[in-house]
């Protein structure tokens, strides 16, 4: 397995593979992130998650079609734009499912797997009907294609490393607003005792909705930002479901930190099993790691500790 | 999804006219006998078909929602263009095409049971339709028991044959030994790196070629062959070891969105393709609208059929199909292959004499289509096409330059001895 490569080359792997591994982990926090906010702070099973995703993808898409036709000269720039656009439009559409359908279920959690598929099926269509079923190619700015050579072996992608900055950003974030910001308290509160948190004052229903904006708003993002090294098309959020659901359950629905410690060991072990194993392989071996630490541990990662 | 959906904003009755227009070139191709004669329909249909005096009745099954939807569209649009301008003919037999279309849903048991109730409830003369394997699979025993016909566009694995239906695209070494000869007598080749979904046909394909590479060529090897699930996204790890094996050709089958990751990531990680040989058979202009001509410009693609393809018929066609589906649509192989069905067909029906599905099986040897988009085309008795292979060479507009064309027919040979 190691025999082929000289000790040069060996240096070289495990470069490159290291870096792969955190592109991968970065890639997996930001998809993980906003459903582990919707899964673990409500409790919702969102399974349109890949969706929301999706519709960031499109917004890019026209953002990137918008530029190139009216304002050529901000081309550059426009991914920034797309960004924010995209958390908006997913974060509106977010917050107007939690409106009519979500709220609506919250007694009963299982039900809103069922639903929430329900929506994921309509919105695929929706974007069939809409922009066509056929796959788009979203234009990226030049400075976002290429990579950066270290050595003549080594060589970073620059999306790798742009994604990186997006997801340290995000989810320091995210952090500070759970656990430093007023609104990241009554959360919380909500969490922990939906009827206390009525009682003294907190606004559920606002608190809800917002959580549940932000999420989508986030999954948003996280598919604008895909539009880089994935596919823009009706159903190409199905593509991370499975990922993001296995990150967030593994690593323990409530804890954000558990995401994060669940994206890392499931990426690093993916990588570097990739490499020296063939990819479907790599696969089956991850995810039976996966289901035997889970038996042994069926509340995840990392759990916080609530009397129930 | 109705086809009103797909046009925008054109008015039926323009769309009308833009179709006569556009079959008007076709209108010279058969004999003048055609527009004259309407046989009895006693006599030409003798198993309770769908036929009556003045229409035929086809059955098309594609996916138009789901997963597959993506591909299958353009067959979809092909076959009903190819209906069109049949009509416009004045049918086959004297009779007008009329097409039942059923949605088989990405779902391949969906697939059987609308075969089914096409040919049992519809009575159709005919199925255009199925576009993945596992599909084809499903509706091969419905096809084969209640005795319908079915024309089938995607290039594929080989290892089938069937009475009842009839492969238009091109078998797997149809399209895999010419690429990897022309690869390793142009470039120089000597190893190769395989890269594939996780699937029957990308393996049947690899395997395919790996024997060509180590049985019937000297001095080449495959240093490497690696499959993905369907749907993977990250190819950073293989992409590395790329940069380490350094193959002189990367031979991928990747599909789906996974072919989009594929390439976006390659780019990004300074896989010049310029430089790097990189030779696909899962690649149109179909995929390269999704993938993005810049991450793709460079690779070859080896199919038998290229929009770009530079003949009268294929100029015709490629004007015909973006007047009914508008100027922005893009052909690729699959979507030519679908437009042969209902034209091979119709040619088949007129040499039987007959609707009826056993005359047809027979009939289809040798039927010959000189009008072809790709150019002529001819039934085997094994029921596969004979065609050529072409070498498209992808340019950063998304369509592809022709590099290389078969000289003569290739044969097909869906049971390849010593391939398997």
Request: hydrophobic share 45%; with cysteine.
């Amino acid at each position: 397995m190691l025999g082929d490569y000289s000790l040069g080359d060996l240096g070289a792997i495990f470069a490159m593979q290291g870096f792969a591994g955190l592109i991968l982990f970065s890639v997996y926090v930001l998809m993980a992130l906003g459903l582990a906010i919707i899964f673990g702070q409500m409790g919702v099973i969102n399974m349109a998650h890949g969706e929301f995703m999706i519709l960031g993808a499109y917004v890019t898409y026209f953002c990137s079609e918008f530029f190139q036709a009216q304002l050529p000269s901000l081309f550059p720039a426009y991914f920034f734009v797309a960004m924010a656009l995209a958390f908006v439009a997913s974060g509106a559409l977010g917050m107007l499912v939690e409106w009519t359908l979500i709220k609506r279920l919250y007694k009963r959690p299982l039900d809103t797997l069922l639903a929430t598929w329900g929506l994921s099926l309509i919105l695929q269509q929706t974007y069939r009907s809409v922009f066509g079923p056929r796959e788009v190619g979203v234009v990226l700015p030049d400075w976002l294609l290429g990579s950066l050579p270290v050595t003549d072996v080594i060589e970073v992608p620059i999306n790798g490393v742009f994604v990186m900055c997006l997801t340290t950003l995000i989810t320091v974030t995210v952090a500070l607003l759970m656990y430093k910001s007023r609104w990241g308290q009554q959360v919380r509160a909500v969490v922990q005792n939906r009827v206390m948190a009525g009682a003294v004052g907190i606004d559920t229903e606002k608190v809800d909705r917002l959580t549940f904006g932000l999420g989508c708003g986030i999954a948003g993002v996280a598919g604008s930002a895909f539009t880089m090294i994935g596919s823009t098309g009706p159903t190409s959020g199905q593509l991370y479901i499975v990922d993001t659901f296995l990150i967030v359950v593994f690593g323990g629905a409530t804890s954000l930190l558990g995401t994060i410690a669940s994206a890392f060991s499931i990426s690093q072990t993916q990588s570097t099993l990739e490499f020296f194993l063939s990819g479907s392989m790599a696969k089956v071996i991850t995810l039976l790691t996966v289901v035997a630490i889970l038996m042994l541990r069926p509340q995840g990662l990392f759990t916080l500790k609530v009397r129930r | 999804m109705s086809r009103d959906d797909k046009t925008g904003f054109h008015s039926p009755l323009r769309r009308k006219l833009l179709m006569g227009m556009a079959a008007a070139p076709f209108a010279g191709m058969m004999p003048k006998t055609a527009f004259a004669q309407t046989p009895a329909t006693a006599a030409v249909n003798t198993t309770g078909l769908a036929v009556t005096d003045t229409e035929v009745t086809v059955g098309i099954l594609h996916s138009a929602t789901g997963t597959m939807a993506i591909s299958e569209t353009g067959s979809i649009q092909a076959e009903k263009l190819a209906i069109a301008q049949i009509n416009e003919m004045g049918g086959v037999l004297g009779r007008k095409i009329k097409f039942i279309q059923e949605d088989g849903a990405s779902d391949w048991p969906t697939f059987a049971e609308k075969a089914k109730k096409l040919l049992v409830q519809d009575k159709v003369a005919a199925i255009m339709g199925c576009w993945t394997s596992a599909s084809r699979k499903a509706v091969l025993p419905v096809i084969e028991q209640y005795n319908g016909m079915l024309y089938y566009p995607t290039f594929y694995e080989g290892l089938e044959q069937s009475k009842n239906v009839i492969y238009t695209g091109q078998e797997a070494t149809q399209q895999i030994l010419e690429s990897i000869n022309w690869v390793v007598k142009e470039k120089g080749a000597k190893t190769f790196y395989f890269i594939g979904s996780d699937y029957i046909w990308p393996r049947t394909s690899n395997k395919i070629a790996r024997k060509h590479i180590e049985n019937h060529l000297t001095g080449t090897k495959v240093v490497g062959e690696e499959y993905f699930p369907l749907g993977h996204t990250q190819f950073n790890s293989v992409i590395n070891k790329l940069k380490l094996t350094k193959p002189d050709v990367i031979f991928t089958d990747v599909v789906g969105g996974s072919n989009v990751a594929f390439y976006k990531q390659l780019k990004a990680a300074g896989i010049n393709l310029e430089k790097q040989t990189l030779i696909t058979i899962s690649v149109t202009e179909d995929e390269i609208d999704g993938i993005g001509g810049d991450n793709i410009a460079g690779a070859y693609s080896c199919m038998k059929y290229f929009q770009s393809l530079d003949n009268p018929n294929n100029k015709e066609f490629v004007a015909a199909f973006k007047k009914m589906w508008g100027e922005k649509t893009v052909i690729g192989d699959v979507t030519q292959a679908a437009y042969l069905g209902p034209w091979i067909w119709k040619m088949t029906v007129e040499k039987a004499g007959s609707f009826d599905v056993d005359k047809i099986a027979v009939a289809s040897e040798g039927i010959e289509f000189t009008k072809a988009p790709e150019g002529y085309v001819k039934v085997h008795a094994n029921h596969h096409l004979w065609s050529k292979t072409r070498i498209g060479l992808a340019q950063k507009d998304g369509q592809f330059k022709v590099v290389y064309e078969s000289p003569e027919l290739i044969e097909p040979n869906p049971f390849p001895k010593g391939y398997q």
